[in-house]
């Protein structure tokens, strides 16, 4: 990883939700707009090279902040900065086309994110037309090259493939291929292999780590799966009903976690020795993004939580080693 300014900085990101009050509320103009707090102030930065993991269950926000950094979704409030710009600042539709081209996403499910009816080619000669319409007579070149780099080898097998003649892995590459084919810097990955064959996983996850060490290019990979993220990530940062619990380095997050949730989290992560570690079991359930508990969020389901948890919420702060973490015990 290189030591060079942030490609992308979220600051205090939130993304909320308005809920539809009742025909008669509404009408009358009765009670509070309520909302669904998906994401909650939220700050992290992704370098060049960098692959920063951010994890947590389901519904506790990551996708969502994925695709609000991409500006996919508008933001709430908070600032996404890309090299140094805020994104809310430019005007210019031309600055907005460069972001748009520099910053690409690569979804969960490659079913439903290529059409049926084009060949690979044409997949992944679409974004290219669209992104880079001046350069017609490097777009053949630059669909095989994003083939290859995506490991559709020989591509002249795959060009007139359509997706139906295609396994999940292969389906998925190509989905790859149409992100990387404009060449961007920074790219998010959304559950990319939780829908495959866990057999072909690791080849597609080893993808990511060669884009980010040969292309430098910086990734902001999404999973609920912290063991897929051992193998990829330099950074980890741990979700936990709209708000970053633990940030740092991989090794140190994975290896001695120390908020009480990234601990349960951890621990319930499959690991290759069996008995290596203890399950720490979570009470209840993840409370509804509406109601956020008073405090600490995570109170209602910690195992050490003490009076101050009910009433003051924790900020990160330096825990152990380059980490922060928001507990009131750490730190
Ligand atoms: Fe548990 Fe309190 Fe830490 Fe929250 S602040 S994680 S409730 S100990």
Redesign the pocket.
């Known amino acids: 990883m290189s030591d060079a300014p942030a490609i992308i900085e979220v600051r205090n990101l939130r993304k909320w939700y308005p809920v539809r009050k009742g025909f008669f509320a509404s009408v009358l103009g009765l009670g509070e707009t309520r909302h669904v707090k998906a994401v909650d102030d939220v700050s992290f930065s992704v370098r060049p090279g960098e692959v920063l993991g951010l994890a947590g269950e389901s519904g506790c926000g990551k996708s969502t902040t994925g695709m609000t950094v991409l500006k996919l979704h508008v933001p709430s409030a908070g600032a996404i900065l890309f090299d140094g710009v805020d994104l809310a600042s430019i005007r210019s539709r031309a600055r907005l086309k460069h972001f748009r081209r520099a910053a690409q996403i690569v979804f969960q499910n490659p079913y439903e994110s290529l059409n049926p009816r084009f060949t690979v080619f044409q997949s992944v000669l679409e974004p290219i037309r669209i992104q880079r319409p001046d350069e017609r007579a490097r777009h053949d070149a630059m669909v095989r090259l994003a083939l290859e780099r995506a490991g559709l080898i020989p591509v002249e097998s795959f060009l007139h493939r359509y997706p139906h003649e295609m396994s999940g892995g292969q389906l998925q590459r190509v989905a790859i291929a149409r992100a990387i084919a404009v060449e961007p810097r920074f790219l998010v990955a959304d559950e990319p292999v939780s829908m495959l064959d866990v057999s072909v996983r690791a080849g597609i996850l080893n993808l990511f780590r060669k884009f980010a060490a040969e292309l430098d290019m910086g990734i902001l990979y999404i999973s609920h799966d912290l063991s897929t993220m051992r193998h990829i990530c330099s950074r980890i940062a741990i979700m936990y009903l709209g708000r970053i619990?633990e940030i740092g380095p991989a090794a140190q997050i994975l290896g001695d976690p120390r908020?009480?949730?990234a601990q349960a989290l951890i621990a319930a992560a499959p690991v290759m020795r069996r008995g290596a570690r203890q399950r720490i079991h979570l009470e209840g359930a993840v409370p509804n993004p509406i109601d956020i508990p008073a405090?600490?969020r995570?109170?209602p389901r910690?195992g050490?939580?003490?009076a101050?948890?009910r009433t003051v919420e924790?900020v990160l702060r330096p825990a152990m080693g380059e980490r922060q973490a928001?507990?009131?015990?750490?730190g």
């Open positions: 619990v908020h009480p949730y405090g600490c995570f109170n910690c050490k939580v003490m101050e948890c924790p928001a507990c009131h015990l750490v």
